[in-house]
């Protein structure tokens, strides 16, 4: 549960020895601007839920949701290590709302956090917390962000530090922290930009101007103050680890042009980093398997896996996923075709071995093979892949 007392005492010692009635009307004051009983009465109901499920809870709860362009999504991996860059105009909700979408593609994401959510320990499993006040918890984060990408996770960083607060320009994050350079450099992760469309209340900003202590305190008022609102969300293309630093400057620059790269999405110009076309999601794996079963089965490995031989259909799911898998494997040994299938005019006559595992539903391996006499009558030699070689 929230206790706003105690928070407030920790983030201000000195008003521990000033007059009650003084200490009483601030900690009042502060109690209201963050919602303290509406706050715990939502934990409270919702202390059985975990995660992402507590993570869509907090966004039903105020109607609060994002839209993003339809192609967008598939910027994102599937799967596989990849640092999420952002900018964080709102505070909680618009870390809500980027959970919720790497969420939606994949389950192993997690989120790093400031103190502002740490105390809601429903969100344990997909935050990493980092409190800069605490050496030694700052290590453990480090340690638990750089353990996280070995595992081949997501990891979701607001470079900032902090929320966007107003400036000469508009509504914009402060300097970005080199920190998710390092981490990316360290552990040969690609970086993929997350712009969010949205900013708070005049009310906040000139808080901010005249003290950002108080104006944070604001934070929670301001969750509350979008209620039933949506926000745009532009998901940018995936850069490559071996294109995260094409310029050799120092990552104190380098940061900065990344968050140029970032807000420069928003109005579609050119890219500052050479991006690759992500790779297409996964196909549903019982569609695959519904196709598979009306093929011809060839047998069985000594360890189960069964051998059949494909014909390609029309909208065959099957052959999307081939080539999908196709690119996923050649792109970890830096070759592909940089699209997010590798497809051509010789698979759609050409026949396939597929080795398919019953037990995690999935295409293990795959081989095409051709006719040839059937592929010379029909096409010709040119109808023949060998003779492209």
């Known amino acids: 549960m929230v206790n706003v007392e105690k928070e407030i005492l920790k983030k201000f010692p000195n008003l521990e020895n000033r ?38 809870a907090i966004l039903d709860y105020f109607d609060f949701d994002f839209t993003f362009g339809s192609n967008e999504i598939n910027n994102i991996p599937s799967s596989g290590r990849v640092i999420i860059v952002a900018n964080h105009p709102l505070g909680a909700l618009d870390a ?12 192993d994401v997690k989120i790093v956090a400031n103190d502002f959510l740490l105390g809601i320990k429903n969100l344990e499993s997909v935050f990493i917390p980092v409190d800069s ?7 453990q984060s480090i340690a638990n962000i750089y353990k996280a990408l070995q595992n081949e996770e997501a990891v979701i960083i607001f470079p900032a530090g902090e929320v966007s607060r107003v400036s000469m320009t508009g509504v914009k994050d402060g300097l970005w922290k080199k920190g998710f350079l390092s981490f990316a450099g360290k552990t040969q992760t690609p970086i993929l930009p997350i712009l969010i469309d949205a900013k708070n ?5 000139t808080l901010s101007i005249i003290n950002k202590t108080f104006s944070t305190i604001l934070l929670s008022d301001e969750m509350f103050k979008k209620r039933d609102k949506r926000i745009n969300m532009k998901i940018g293309k995936l850069i ?12 104190e620059k380098l940061a900065q042009f990344y968050k140029k790269h970032l807000y420069a999405l928003k109005k579609g110009k050119k890219s500052y980093f050479d991006t690759i076309t992500p790779i297409a999601h996964e196909t549903n794996r019982k569609n695959i398997y519904k196709e598979l079963k009306n093929s011809e089965l060839l047998g069985e490995t000594s360890d189960g896996k069964k051998i059949f031989l ?3 259909n029309d909208d065959s799911d099957v052959l999307r996923e081939i080539g999908r898998l196709r690119e996923l494997s050649f792109r970890k040994v830096n070759e ?6 590798d497809l051509d005019i010789y698979d759609t006559y050409y026949k396939h071995i597929v080795l398919w595992d019953d037990e995690e539903l999935e295409i293990v391996g795959a081989y095409r093979i051709g006719i040839c006499d059937d592929i010379y009558e029909e096409y010709g030699f040119d109808g023949l892949y060998t003779n492209t070689l």
């Not at 007059?19 to 202390?47: C, G, M, P, R, Y």
């Not at 592909?336 to 299938?341: D, E, S």
Request: positive net charge.
């Open 201 to 205: 209340s005049k009310t906040f900003y």
């Open 240 to 251: 490559p680890f071996a294109n995260i630093n094409p310029y050799g400057i120092n990552r």
């Open 336 to 341: 592909g075709v940089n699209k997010k299938r």
């Open 19 to 56: 007059a009650d009635i003084l200490k009483k009307s601030v900690i009042k004051a502060a109690q209201k601007i963050i919602h303290e009983d509406q706050v715990n009465l939502f934990l409270e109901e919702n202390t059985h839920l975990r995660g992402l499920d507590f993570v869509e």
């Open 96 to 107: 809500m709302a980027l959970l919720k979408l790497v969420g939606s593609v994949r389950k």
């Open 310 to 312: 494909y014909d390609t």
């Open 133 to 139: 006040f605490k050496d030694q918890q700052a290590k």
